[in-house]
């Protein structure tokens, strides 16, 4: 297996369902040893493209590869060192979870089966192996999938919405899964619809909206590409909100009724900005350099590529 | 949760040799279907015993009123009741293990390993037949049994019509789940090709058959086929409705199985997962 830095790569990607193309174009690039997720709304083609990936659907243009081969010429080769959960787990209901296992198993290597009793360990479902699956709660089809997941040993594992379903305590027993398998060298690649729960588990992501990739790079690198802000909380308000969009310092204001927040065209200026505010009598009640979240990139850059489109 | 597992082995050449392991997966599916094991069942074994039990217990109550449990009339009553009942549990079968990995999902988790579609297919036809066959036979062994050791005055039927009309019968059974199992897999629709094959089967077959005018365009319908290369002995009629040569219906049978086989696989093939 080629040692590639990039576990996943595209090129040009598209899909169509009859005019509508749910993939556009689409460049994305995995970085080995990393837990990327895969972030857009509903709707925005992730499964789709994860569809594609593991050949359950086909491309209608482009290139892609998998683990530095080429897909789907070297599709089977790639797949033996990849673990996937496409949409939810399914399952045989009347076989029981060791059952299940072995029918996956099966269809891998012969020492796979080997490996069944380590990893329905490593998931705690040891205790409840034999019992039939339709007896299982949700939490538990989840472990399960994962479990079948790790029974190829995976160098790369894709998973999608995988915290749909969970609890609370699930989601952040989850989020430590990912971890320890980023820590053990492999890479996970996920996605989701849920930015708090992309930027808690990730290290670096895409992010998708109607097909396409908008933006890509590591949680620091988008958080960062937003610039600094400030919040502000002034009087009188109006006056306050005159003055920063005057200012060659900001290059956008925004006002939710009692607090402006200003994007800053230089960092360096908040002191500056502050005089400026107190000299022309505005009583500066509180003014807070923030710290931008996924979320409020994400939300930027969807907007802004709406208005494009 | 802890994640650490075993250390990775690289692939062997012997790792390679997958299939009866597939095999074993379209078996395990299938016997661990207590419905569907206590169907078939029922519809082989049950069917045996009931039928030879009837018969024996009338002859003991009554032997001036009813003749014999055995012999060579019997052994086709037996033959033609397995026979039906047979292919309608091959049917059931074969629907199942044709769409049953789609309609729960798990075929989708099966591709994903990277496994050919087509060896996934092909593992489900001696996996069905893996587990359906004896059935059949051990249904079929107790009604020969039965019309041998019953046979009392009635002339008892010989060693190579026991043979032939057995291997007639798997034939038979075998090609009903080869049937259900292409069409199941094509469809996807495990109800729709129950309802499709028997309503061919019970319905349509014996109507078409029927219908003198249709000539020699009846030989395309495997019944007929299937009366042609039924041992003489057990045919109720002594002779075929449609006249057709030994070749011709093993060419009519080949070809349905192979058409079926084709558009399943091409379908589990192409099919978005």
């Known amino acids: 297996m080629n040692e590639t830095p990039f576990v996943v790569e595209t090129s040009g990607l598209t899909k169509r369902f009859g005019d509508r193309e749910v993939v556009k174009d689409v460049e994305l690039h995995v970085p080995r040893g990393s837990a990327f997720g895969y972030l857009g709304p509903n709707g925005a083609g992730k499964t789709t493209l994860i569809r594609m990936l593991l050949g359950l659907t086909s491309a209608n243009a482009g290139s892609m590869r998998l683990l530095g081969l080429p897909v789907p010429e070297r599709r089977a080769e790639a797949l033996r060192r990849v673990g996937a959960i496409v949409e939810e787990p399914s399952f045989h209901g009347h076989l029981t979870g060791r059952e299940n296992l072995h029918i996956v198993a099966a269809a891998r290597e012969a020492e796979v089966h080997a490996r069944i009793p380590t990893v329905l360990e490593a998931v705690g479902l040891s205790g409840r192996a034999d019992e039939r699956v339709k007896t299982y709660s949700m939490g538990m089809r989840q472990r399960l999938g994962v479990a079948r997941v790790l029974l190829a040993d995976p160098e790369l594992l894709i998973l999608d919405e995988p915290a749909n379903g969970l609890d609370p305590a699930g989601i952040l027993e989850f989020r430590g899964l990912v971890r320890r398998l980023v820590d053990e060298g492999r890479t996970v690649m996920l996605s989701s619809h849920l930015l708090d729960e992309v930027e808690k588990t990730c290290d670096a992501v895409a992010i998708v909206d109607r097909g396409q990739i908008v933006a890509q790079g590591t949680i620091a690198e988008l958080r960062d590409g937003g610039g600094s802000h400030i919040l502000i909380e002034a009087e009188p308000i109006e006056h306050a909100r005159a003055l920063l969009a005057a200012s060659r310092a900001v290059s956008e204001v925004s006002d939710d009724g009692s607090m402006l927040r200003a994007r800053l065209s230089d960092p360096g200026a908040v002191p500056e900005l502050n005089r400026r505010l107190v000299e022309a009598g505005i009583a500066v009640r509180r003014l807070e350099p923030v710290q931008a979240s996924l979320e409020q990139r994400f939300l930027e850059i969807t907007s802004r590529f709406e208005k494009a489109a | 949760m802890n994640t650490t597992v075993a250390l990775p082995k690289p692939p062997t050449i012997r790792s390679t040799f ?234 009519v049978l080949a070809l349905w199985t192979g058409i079926a086989l084709a558009i399943g696989g091409w379908r589990t093939a192409t099919r978005d997962a």
Do not use: C
């Open chain 2, 18 to 251: 997958r299939r009866p392991r597939l095999i074993r997966a379209e078996v395990l599916k299938l016997r661990k279907r207590r419905g569907l094991v206590a169907t078939v069942t029922a519809m082989t074994v049950g069917t045996a015993v009931v039928l030879y039990g009837v018969l024996i217990s009338l002859h003991a109550a009554n032997p001036a009123h009813h003749g014999p449990a055995g012999g060579v009339s019997n052994l086709s009553h037996g033959v033609f009741l397995l026979g039906a009942l047979g292919t309608v549990v091959a049917i059931i079968l074969g629907a199942s293990a044709g769409a049953d990995d789609l309609n729960t999902g798990v075929f989708r988790e099966l591709v994903v390993t990277g496994r050919s579609r087509w060896s996934l297919f092909w593992a489900r036809i001696p996996g069905g037949l893996v587990f359906l066959l004896p059935f059949v036979a051990v249904a079929y062994t107790l009604a020969a049994v039965a019309s041998v050791g019953f046979a009392d005055s009635l002339a008892a039927p010989s060693t190579r019509l026991l043979v032939e009309s057995g291997i007639f019968l798997l034939a038979e059974v075998a090609f009903g789940f080869v049937l259900a199992l292409g069409l199941a897999s094509l469809l996807g629709s495990r109800a729709q090709t129950i309802g499709i094959l028997l309503a061919f089967r019970l319905a349509l077959t014996p109507l078409i058959l029927s219908i003198k005018f249709l000539g020699t365009s009846r030989e395309s319908i495997p019944g007929a086929a299937f009366d042609r290369i039924s041992p003489q002995a057990i045919l109720d009629s002594g002779r075929p409705q449609v006249g057709m040569s030994l070749v011709a219906a093993i060419v």
